[in-house]
């Protein structure tokens, strides 16, 4: 059928993003008609060398706000880049090959640093283009600092010459005298390390999450199947009137119609073609905005050597131009009759992350252009040329055996790179908001919808807003119809959170007959703190790490998909070393072990007992008895009590790990017997990784069940529901803070739920009952604002009261073990003991949290770090750079091996900075125990009473909270987070059985 209710021209970033996110809300209707052979636009990872390289979309520029990092962060799936620009990796080199001295780079480079810094404000209110302002100020500067001597004055402008290239680059200019010194303003920059890289797959794994291919593929959208390739749309043809369908013509002759087109072709081949392209022409305003906004060149040139032939330390070449060399070079190429004046064009060879043996050329502008026109033969041989008279006297450059350019001007299907705000668009006065205006029928329905980076108010130029507009322009239609059956929002159940608690109440409630059920979940993937992370072939466990027992559901459930091995681990193995080498005697390291068990398990008995004597905590508890032990060991000479002092130190790092939390004064030592092992194997393994089980549960599912990048802003709940069928009207309850949409007056605006859940996205969804399985981190931060109205007041004392704190897991990988094959571990054991805090000005300070580091059995140079306390915070706003080289340094002092090397890469968590986690898992903490609140506080159901006229009043259980948090006996399990989903699914099918059955 060629006939759609929604059609999308362009199968980029906005236009996979706009389709994943009709899909995830049950609009099915539609199809994608890409021009290329391939779907991405300017998002295409391409295949060069053994790797890959990205000829489109670099970067994830920024963290706070940025969609693809929320996206991409939390699965390990971003590095910190190597490139830089203006640090001491890169070097600046003269046309004579003379390299530029470091006090004259140093005082240039900041010299336009404070001038790029002041423009942030002088630009707001500058009329003109950013070239007239930046080249005033420097000339200014320049002269009345006396920032370089004179002799050195043609070095700074032959520097400012490429700071303006390298600024052309990043706004996409031909000219920094073309881009609008207030239009720059309106970009916005996202917090955060401005060049995240992709670790491995490039930039494609973007496009990858938007369709849930990554990291379960059982969780895929059907993006692909709606997507038709090689269909260059050549005619949009659309009625004012609104009573025939938009038709799509495509250059081989097939046609299509819908009610709505989404356009994201880019703003190049709109300003080429929007003239012939829509029929009836585009309204004026459309058109002069497509015409007032603007887009430029960017290209890259990949080069790939059989060998690395520049310093380890460098990370590329900033190339400058004396204005007597660039004349020179001129008048030889018109001798020769060889135009080679684009070389003057390319500003810099810059390292490529992930290709050691690459360098990547950026060129831009006319210049770029020029190349594009020119065989991959001469861009060989001309950049060559170039590197030569450049590098030539100091390196021997040998030939690439491998070259890549882009050429995204020449391409019919983009016509440029990506999109600026030039002075021709401040003249014309138009700007983004009109390029993304939709077009309207008489009706008033959207008829021509349009997405894609250059309709972005703020973040224009990046893939992120290319993603942020495909999604508004969706979220557009799913609004328009919100009143017709293109999205249910009405179910019986609504699930919070797709971890193994949220899955597992999922299951249960379709194994009990309710089949209409919702899981919302805030991240792009299923699991929640269940994360297995691809690595070599094999994977390694971000979250949970073992299956704690045999004698639980979750290892029932494993053994059911084969996916366990018989292979256990264990804890704290290898030799117990101190900072200065020595080695601690096992058999001391067992006695200590011993004892701080002992002591242990004596707070078991606490958790039965009325004592009024009971330990405040198991901190004071365990020092006190601790204490005891040694005052006992009348014959030990103080260096054997010191080494007991020493290791007692690292089993309260260990129990903070273990429990995670900051301190165990913090700790209850009442609740410390409600923990209940559940007998069996402990630490078992899988056979690969932790999230088969996530994905073999959601194989078992409905699909369509999960809607993902769901983050719920508000739950909306009432204490009474009246009639039988437990109906509330929406209407009169919630419209002062529901959106409806184009919503008719009708029954559709009747529709009556107990509860109405709101997603940031300002989607809403009724229900009967809700199950809350977010983290106790996350209530922690959002309790306040998430519930309406606010929770019972006992249950808001047992969120603020119990404990939930951070550990994080530190993979240092090596190209080869350092170690020999017998070692399991090696635990770190500090001379002086004591609780050290880390500190910011002192960053590698976090180190002294560490418990030591285990050797993975399954792979060949792997270490696993175990970290916790605000130690686990702290490291978590450091590079993976700066946690490896902690690492190294750290071993080498404890192993007396200086040459232990750095690892070749790092992979850690990061699960405090997680804005939908926080943390690790739950404790009870003592405050607990003034307060008398905890798990089963949580886990008490909050109910409204249903009246029905009758002398009998039922209790609906209306919110039900789940998750490890919850479970009085199996906290900071996964088998404790699922059996609390099922409980509470287990409540409302109990519930609704007692309705069926009180209505008969």
Not at 255 to 281: C, D, Q, R
Not at 393 to 413: G, V
Not at 798 to 807: E, K, L, N, P, V
Not at 952 to 977: D, I, K, W
């Amino acid at each position: 059928m060629n006939d759609k209710h929604i059609i999308i021209v362009g199968a980029g970033a906005a236009g996979i993003a706009a389709a994943s996110r009709l899909l995830e809300c049950g609009i099915n209707d539609l199809l994608i008609l890409e021009a290329e052979n391939r779907i991405g636009g300017r998002v295409w990872t391409a295949d060069f060398g053994e790797g890959v390289v990205d000829m489109g979309g670099h970067w994830v520029h920024g963290e706070k706000g940025n969609v693809v990092f929320n996206m991409a962060n939390p699965l390990n799936l971003l590095g910190e880049s190597v490139t830089a620009l203006f640090d001491n990796s890169t070097i600046f080199v003269q046309s004579s090959g003379k390299f530029v001295d470091m006090e004259t780079k140093s005082k240039v480079l900041s010299l336009m640093s404070e001038i790029e810094d002041e423009s942030d404000e002088d630009l707001k209110t500058f009329h003109g283009s950013l070239g007239d302002y930046f080249t005033k100020e420097f000339q200014r500067r320049l002269k009345e600092e006396h920032t370089v001597s004179d002799k050195d004055v043609p070095l700074a402008y032959s520097m400012l010459d490429w700071f303006e290239k390298m600024e052309n680059s990043i706004d996409g200019s031909d000219s920094w005298f073309e881009t609008s010194g207030q239009g720059l303003t309106e970009y916005w920059e996202c917090d955060g390390n401005l060049l995240w890289t992709w670790k491995t797959g490039g930039y494609h794994q973007a496009l990858d999450l938007l369709m849930r291919k990554y990291p379960d593929p059982a969780q895929e959208l059907p993006v692909m199947s709606k997507t038709l390739l090689n269909k260059e749309v050549t005619k949009i043809v659309w009625d004012k009137s609104g009573k025939e369908k938009v038709r799509i013509y495509c250059l081989d002759g097939s046609w299509y119609s819908a009610n709505h087109v989404i356009v994201t072709t880019s703003l190049g081949v709109l300003k080429e073609k929007a003239s012939v392209m829509f029929s009836p022409a585009l309204p004026d305003q459309k058109l002069v905005a497509i015409e007032g906004l603007a887009i430029g060149t960017v290209d890259k040139i990949f080069l790939k050597f059989p060998y690395r032939w520049w310093p380890i330390d460098c990370q590329g070449f900033n190339l400058l131009w004396s204005e007597h060399d660039a004349d020179e070079f001129t008048q030889e190429n018109q001798k020769a009759r060889r135009d080679k004046s684009w070389l003057q064009g390319v500003f810099a060879f810059h390292t490529v992350d992930n290709q050691p043996l690459a360098l990547c050329g950026w060129i831009t502008g006319p210049h770029a252009r020029h190349m594009e026109t020119l065989s991959e033969d001469q861009v060989t041989e001309d950049a060559m040329e170039l590197l030569n008279k450049f590098l030539g006297k100091m390196y021997n450059i040998p030939q690439p055996d491998e070259m890549k350019r882009t050429l995204w001007t020449a391409n019919p299907h983009f016509r440029g790179s990506y999109s600026f705000r030039s002075m021709k668009t401040d003249r014309l006065g138009t700007n983004a908001s009109r390029l993304a205006e939709p077009v309207l029928n008489s009706e008033g329905k959207p008829v021509l919808l349009f997405a894609g980076e250059a309709t972005h108010d703020h973040y224009f130029s990046t893939v992120h807003g290319a993603i942020e507009t495909g999604w508004r322009e969706a979220n557009r239609l799913i609004k328009l119809y919100n009143c017709h059956s293109l999205i249910n929002h009405s179910y019986d159940v609504i699930i919070i959170g797709a971890g193994i608690s949220g899955l597992a109440a999922a299951r249960k409630l379709l194994e009990g007959g309710i089949d209409n059920v919702l899981i919302l979940e805030a991240q792009s993937y299923t699991g929640g703190r269940i994360l297995s992370l691809p690595l070599n072939g094999s994977w390694v466990e971000a979250g949970a790490q073992w299956i704690h027992g045999q004698n639980n559901e979750i290892w029932k459930l494993a053994n059911h998909y084969e996916l366990l091995t018989d292979e256990v681990s264990a804890e704290g193995e290898g030799p117990y070393i101190r900072e200065d080498g020595v080695v601690l005697d096992p058999a001391l390291v067992f006695e200590v072990y011993n004892v701080v068990a002992g002591i242990l398990e004596e707070c078991e008995n606490y958790c039965v007992s009325n004592d009024s004597n009971a330990p405040s905590s198991i901190g004071y508890y365990l020092k006190k008895r601790f204490d005891e032990y040694l005052d006992s060991c009348h014959t030990d000479s103080k260096e054997v009590r010191d080494m007991k002092q020493q290791l007692y130190d690292w089993h309260i790092r260990f129990q903070i790990i273990d429990n995670s939390c900051t301190f165990l004064d913090k700790l209850s030592a009442k609740a410390w017997g409600k923990y209940i092992f559940s007998g069996g194997k402990d630490y078992v393994n899988f056979k690969h990784g932790y999230s088969s089980l996530i994905h073999s549960i959601i194989s078992s599912l409905p699909s369509g069940l999960v809607r993902l990048n769901s983050p719920v802003r508000k739950i909306r709940w009432k204490h009474y529901v009246d009639g039988p069928d437990f109906n509330i009207n929406v209407k009169e309850s919630y419209t002062n803070d529901v959106d409806f949409g184009n919503r008719s007056s009708d029954t559709s605006s009747e529709q009556k739920h107990p509860v109405i859940v709101t997603c940031d996205d300002g989607v809403w969804f009724g229900c009967e009952h809700v199950i809350v399985t977010s983290s106790l981190g996350y209530l922690k931060e959002n309790y306040r604002t998430m519930f309406e109205p606010a929770l019972p007041p006992l249950m808001v004392q047992a969120i603020q009261d119990m404990g939930f704190s951070t550990i994080n897991k530190i993979y240092l990988l090596f190209d080869k073990p350092w170690w020999s094959s017998d070692i399991k571990g090696f635990q770190l054991i500090w001379s002086e003991a004591r609780t050290v805090e880390p500190s910011k000005n002192e960053p590698s300070s976090w180190t002294r949290h560490l418990t030591g580091f285990d050797v993975l059995p399954k792979h060949k140079g792997v270490l696993l770090g175990w970290v916790g306390g605000k130690g686990a915070e702290l490291v978590e706003q450091l590079t993976e750079d700066d946690v490896g080289r902690h690492c190294s340094e750290l071993l080498r002092k404890f192993t007396q091996q200086p040459d232990i090397p750095l690892p070749r890469s790092v992979i850690r968590t990061q699960w405090y900075s997680n804005p939908y986690i926080r943390g690790g898992y739950s404790n009870t903490t003592s405050m607990c125990d003034s307060s008398k609140v905890g798990p089963v506080t949580l886990s008490n159901p909050v109910c409204a009473d249903v009246r029905d006229g009758s002398r009998t009043s039922l209790q609906q259980p209306v919110l039900l909270f789940a998750g490890e948090a919850t479970h009085e006996s199996y906290f900071s399990t996964t088998h404790g987070a699922y059996e609390s989903g099922q409980r509470q699914a287990s409540r409302i099918l109990e519930y609704r059985k007692k309705v069926k059955e009180h209505l008969h």
